[in-house]
């Protein structure tokens, strides 16, 4: 384990603010909302601010109080952040990010998760975090090789929790993180002690009457799912297949990227507006400048295509996998595009013992209302410890 810091050149930052001062702005304007994508009103004047006014240095300065580490698992650079708690009893936690997120999305719960005495509460809530980079994102950098898919990552996750010395902990997280958890938690049962996931897919199996049997909340659910699937999942399409191919553009156009990213901080919230209804714009652009500056905007969605047929094993019904035998506590995000139906949860995943219905939250939910996540995190870790 490496010590690390983030110091980036002055010249990189005037690269970032030449490049989008000269970027090339499409000439026709057809629609003013978001029906199309992002609209170019206020992608420019997001730029403009990114560009003139965002203080990257006072992000930079926030990422260096926490310690943080690189080390070499399995042939990948692997990027942590691992905050210990004053409490001596503290139960140490794997906290996973995913797509289009970064180590940003944690920033405002490290407090309150390691330290509960000192924001309000009770000291037995205590854990310590660890917080990766996931490989090929962020300051974890490119991944140079193929066949990085959630389960190599889960066992990179079980290699480092190994080096940091604990023998049991929770795994947690949210979209991807989500998936690693689930994998930490089937390979690696004999140190997983639960796992927390703010994000479950699920679906019918096309099983005689398993639609009807549904609630009237969990049949809107299963429209969610069909929205998704027709109009929001261009993304997951493209990243799924032609990676290479997006990550020219990305890792070229910093205003590129930044609509490609920023769009899914206002699309995956059904009641945003705009992106920064409930996500301060110095976060959404903390998280975009560490895309730009580690040059990992392409390379994170790779991550998409070699794990596709693993996402796509989850709604074949019938397919093989082990059984997860150690405890799951899932947080229902209401305002998620595609929130979990629990009949359907509970027929693929008998392990759940803990299941909360997390009001006004979307995808985001560490950014959005980070007391709600934090309250229900330390309910699963409270229950599994119990």
């Known amino acids: 384990m490496r010590p690390f810091k983030v110091d980036v050149p002055e010249s990189q930052l005037v690269d970032l603010r030449q490049r989008i001062a000269a970027t090339r702005w499409p000439g026709e ?21 990114w560009g003139t006014k965002y203080d990257w240095r006072a992000a930079e300065r926030r ?33 996973t990010h995913g797509w289009p997120g970064s180590i940003v999305e944690f920033l405002d719960i490290i407090g ?56 049991s902990y929770v795994a947690a997280g949210g979209d991807w993180g989500s998936f690693v958890s689930l994998e930490l938690a089937r390979q690696d049962p004999e140190h997983v002690t639960g796992a927390h996931l703010s994000m479950l897919l699920t679906a019918p199996f096309g099983e005689p009457g398993e639609i009807e049997k549904l609630s009237e909340s969990d049949a809107a659910r299963l429209a969610d799912l069909g929205h998704f699937q027709a109009e929001l999942s261009g993304y997951l399409v493209l990243q799924s297949t032609r990676p290479q191919t997006l990550g020219y553009g990305l890792t070229d156009s910093p205003v590129g990227q930044l609509a ?37 905007a392409g390379t ?77 995190l330390r309910g699963f870790v409270r229950s599994v410890h119990a």
């Not at 924001?119 to 809530?125: K, N």
């Open 29 to 49: 304007n057809i629609a003013s909302d978001w029906e199309r994508g992002v609209p170019a009103n206020y992608l420019k004047e997001l730029a403009e601010y």
């Open 112 to 167: 309150p998760l390691t330290d509960p005495a000192a924001h309000g509460g009770d000291p037995a809530d205590a854990v310590h975090l660890v917080l990766p980079t996931l490989p090929g994102y962020g300051f974890s950098g490119p991944v140079g090789q193929a066949g990085w898919d959630v389960r190599r990552v889960a066992r990179a996750w079980a290699e480092l929790m190994r080096r940091l010395g604990y023998d």
């Open 300 to 376: 994170s969605t790779h991550l998409y295509y070699e794990s596709a047929a693993y996402t796509a094993e989850l709604f074949t019904p019938g397919a093989r996998r082990d059984p997860i035998r150690v405890p799951l506590g899932v947080a229902a995000l209401r305002l998620d595009t595609t929130p979990p139906i629990r009949a359907f949860a509970e027929r693929d995943y008998p392990a759940i013992t803990h299941w909360s219905e997390l009001d006004g939250v979307g995808h985001f939910a560490t950014l959005e209302r980070p007391e709600l996540y934090v309250d229900d």
């Open 260 to 296: 490609w990213i920023v769009e899914k901080f206002r699309e995956w919230n059904r009641a945003a507006r705009t992106p920064e209804d409930l996500i301060g714009r110095d976060a959404l652009l903390t998280n975009a400048t560490i895309y730009w500056l580690t040059g990992t």
């Open 63 to 95: 990422l260096n109080e926490y310690p943080q580490f690189v080390t070499d698992i399995d042939g990948a650079n692997i990027h942590v952040l691992h905050i210990t708690s004053p409490e001596p009893g503290a139960t140490p936690v794997v906290l």
